[in-house]
């Protein structure tokens, strides 16, 4: 007979049993799971190892570009008058500059017209050019037409402008009134103001009346629609009594590599200097120190065994983590012959107890004072790489470390491979467990039916024997 409950004809917990064996088949896979754990967590790791020595190498490479080394900075007794910017490599100086005058930029404004009103059509030709000598003398830049409607207001109308790119720039002022024109060039300096001619749909390009009312042009009679504002001008000034000008107020063509901002007309002299730029260069080391030490932590940690507790660090052991924890202190002590400045020691820079380094400021400070040698000690280049200067070696072997056969690439590689492998591992073991339930339930539940077929023939034989006896007594 069919049996439909596991275990009911023999009365035995098939099920638990079944489970039991399951478990037993199952055991294999607590192991590889823990051993998956250590994997992803070493994985882990040296995927921010790899992030740190990056860093590091970002670092080093700043130290290595001799331009790190000539910064310079810009100071001026009076920044809000005259500010002074500087180049990498410009050397060290001072003067002394007195503006006379502002660079300016034309501008022009129209007769007050009814608000919203209309001026005439025709066409309005601006040229861009220089007023010095009293006539219009056209510049280089191609004039450009705006072509006036009878329906054009003033705002129309400076849009119009304003989308010529003609050098100049338009906008509407509003007051008791009502509207003006306004026209101001672009950019300042005596040879870049403007002239604006109409062609009048009237008929009268003088009459200031219709469009012409909007026009500045120097020729035929001077006529002016429009009144001037103020007339584009050059800058003015003298640095050590050498008298200058400019177009513009930013002045970076006078002296080289030095860019000085023209903002105020100066009563007294204003003292510039360009000096070396030793916070710039201080903060390129820390830097570095920086993320040595940040990468010198991590690897700390993860290799250490800790006694008291009894715990080992991820890495621990790890022979790939201790080398390169051992290299990179072996790098922090290498030398660069050839300068008076050899070892990272000479300029303040330590390894301490645990590799930790730091910085001696004051000593810093004195290499500072010597950028030339301080140089040579991080961007000295020679064909033996271990010559070469720091900045240069510890970027070589940061890229090193990172590239497609790099240690640290090949160690990465070499977990994820064996994450892989623990990963089939692990499904092989849930297959043969899978399988192992499937075949423990048949033969458990075909001994429960040979059992259940048993009682059921022992019942009869037992029925049949009574009967008998019966039927004899």
Do not use: C
Request: aromatic share 4%.
């Amino acid at each position: 007979m069919a049996i439909s409950s596991p275990g009911l004809a023999s009365g035995l917990d098939i099920k638990g049993i079944v489970s039991q064996l399951v478990a037993l088949e199952r055991a294999p896979l607590a192991p590889l799971q823990q051993q998956a754990a250590g994997l992803q967590s070493k994985l882990s790791i040296y995927g921010t190892i790899k992030s740190m020595v990056s860093a590091l190498g970002d670092a080093a490479k700043k130290l290595a570009d001799p331009k790190a080394w000539d910064l310079v900075k810009g100071g001026s007794t009076a920044p809000d008058k005259v500010g002074i910017s500087v180049t990498a490599g410009t050397a060290p100086t001072s003067m002394s500059i007195e503006v006379q005058a502002l660079a300016r930029a034309q501008s022009t404004a129209s007769s007050a017209l009814p608000t919203g009103s209309t001026v005439g059509a025709g066409t309005l030709n601006i040229q861009v050019g220089s007023w010095a000598t009293g006539d219009f003398v056209a510049g280089t830049a191609a004039a450009i037409n705006v072509e006036v409607t009878a329906q054009d207001t003033l705002s129309s109308i400076a849009t119009k402008i304003n989308a010529g790119n003609g050098g100049v720039s338009a906008t509407v002022l509003r007051d008791a009134s009502g509207e003006r024109l306004l026209v101001r060039s672009t950019r300042t300096g005596e040879d870049l103001g403007f002239r604006i001619q109409a062609t009048d749909g009237d008929g009268n390009n003088t009459d200031a009346a219709g469009l012409s009312r909007l026009a500045y042009d120097g020729t035929g009679g001077n006529f002016h629609g429009m009144t001037l504002s103020q007339a584009g001008s050059n800058a003015r000034a003298t640095v050590n009594n050498v008298p200058i000008t400019s177009a513009s107020n930013t002045v970076s063509d006078a002296l080289p590599g030095i860019t000085l901002n023209l903002s105020a007309v100066t009563t007294t002299p204003v003292d510039l200097t360009v000096f070396n730029d030793k916070d710039g260069m201080r903060k390129n080391v820390q830097a570095f120190v920086d993320a040595y030490n940040a990468i010198n932590s991590m690897l700390s940690t993860a290799t250490k065994y800790d006694p008291d507790t009894k715990v080992a660090g991820s890495l621990q052991g790890d022979s790939t983590a201790v080398g390169l924890q051992n290299a990179l202190r072996g790098m922090m002590r290498s030398v660069t012959p050839g300068g008076d400045f050899t070892r990272l020691l000479d300029i303040g820079i330590e390894i301490k107890s645990g590799g930790v380094m730091s910085v001696d400021g004051t000593k810093l400070d004195a290499a500072m004072s010597d950028p030339a040698e301080l140089k040579n000690l991080f961007t000295a280049a020679s064909t033996d790489p271990s010559a070469q200067g720091f900045g240069l070696k510890m970027s070589a072997f940061a890229t090193g470390l990172l590239g497609v056969n790099g240690t640290l690439t090949g160690r990465s590689e070499a977990l994820q491979n064996s994450v892989k492998r623990n990963t089939k591992e692990q499904d092989k073991v849930v297959d043969r467990a899978a399988r192992a339930e499937v075949r423990y339930l048949a033969q458990y539940n075909a001994m429960d039916n040979a059992v259940g077929k048993l009682s059921g023939l022992n019942a009869f034989v037992s029925q049949q024997v009574t009967l008998w006896n019966k039927s004899t007594g």
